[in-house]
């Protein structure tokens, strides 16, 4: 993937096994190829809903390149985002969802919820075609598909192009949904969106890149979190200004790319997600405070939380911050660490909290972790309460242990 500075071989530019990327996937499809990334649920992969546009394209293979090697995992169920539009590269999200669990040593990434992502800078990475700012997409790259990763700034809001533009350009993202990044070399010349829409910047040195072909789907990271899925790079000129380097569309110093914008598409991700959660609980006396390990992959420890006291305002997001924590029971040998926000929207009192459970062969004793729950935004705990907590043990299935 992306387009960078200095050549893909520079290390700086990949994405290695082990360096915190293996959530990022390759994703083919109905002879189409693009990039995805595992959500916090271990069982669903992000991407971009035009990988799907294809009538053959009712399936997926999603392909895992983790510290213990490759792995192949087909989809169980594609979902597109209602209302997606091709035409303007609006609602350009998809979900998919896996035959099985995701690899134990594959990151599982949490959503960037806040709506401040202009001006900060983000991490790219995905499988598409590797070149250079110079010269674009390298057309004789005859080797296998790369993992990359180039740093960039979220510049501006999409719709902001139409607003300055008008006809020039010939689709219509809408407002809040979309966010821009341009590809610069440090050079006034090719900095793009400082001409286009005097939002101007020149570059992060030789760590920017720019999303290429094959890396739609990918995601863009803040701070670790999902704050952008890439969607498309475009080369735009108006009058006299022609920032690309080569006037071509293919990734090169001067062009644009889109991503869709992931806190405002949290509430359809969050939902979509929940209403797949198998068996989950829906109240309270469901609630199962011991689960089996099982022999191999992920199975689910479910918490739930339930709000009945009194909301800020009806209307908005209530959240709270979770993490997990060990007793006897610890992260990454007995289940996966779980870390993030979990968001009650409008007309929701109640959601599930997943944390998946590491299955195995070894006989040993009945283990605990905790999950706490803290920062109420939009409610309370109740008076005086700051942190709740809730346990689950973990049951051993594998014989006896003394």
Partial sequence: MVTTVTSYTDSR??????????????????????????????????????????????????HFETASGQQKITSSRIEVMPD??????????????????????????????????????????????????????????????????????????????????????SWTPTVGTQLLADFDNGMTAQDALGRLINSPGTGLGQNEGLIAQGDSGGPAFIRGQVAGIATYNTSISQGSVHPDVDGVNNSSFGEIGAWQRISHYQQWIDQSLRAQYPNAPTQADQVQKTVTEGNSGTSYAYFLLQFTGMRSDTTQILSVDYATRDGTARAG???????????????????????????????????????????????????????LTAIRTIVNDDGNWD
Avoid: C
């Fill in 13 to 62: 530019n990949r994405a290695n096994p082990g360096e915190g990327y293996d959530g990022v996937v390759r994703i083919s499809s109905g002879g189409y190829f693009g990039t995805g990334v595992l959500l916090y649920d271990g069982r669903a992969i992000l991407t971009a809903a035009h990988l799907f546009a294809s009538a053959s394209s009712s399936s997926a293979d999603i």
């Fill in 333 to 387: 040998e007995d289940y996966l660490a779980a870390k993030g926000t979990l968001a009650l929207y409008p007309n929701e009192n109640q959601a599930v909290i997943p944390v998946e459970i590491i299955g195995d062969t070894f006989s040993e004793p009945d283990e605990s972790f905790y999950l706490d729950i803290v920062n109420p935004i939009g409610g309370s705990f109740g008076a005086g309460v700051l942190q």
């Fill in 84 to 169: 997606y539009d091709s035409v303007n590269a609006n609602n350009d999200l998809a979900l998919v969802w896996l035959t099985s669990a995701a690899p134990v040593g594959a990151e599982r990434y949490s959503l960037y919820r806040d709506s401040d992502e202009i001006g900060q800078s983000l991490t790219m990475v995905g499988y598409g075609l590797v070149g250079s700012g110079d010269a674009g997409t390298l057309a004789t790259y005859s080797g296998g598909a790369l993992r990359l990763k180039a740093n960039n700034q979220f510049d501006a809001d999409a719709a902001m192009l139409k607003s300055w533009l008008g006809s020039s350009i």
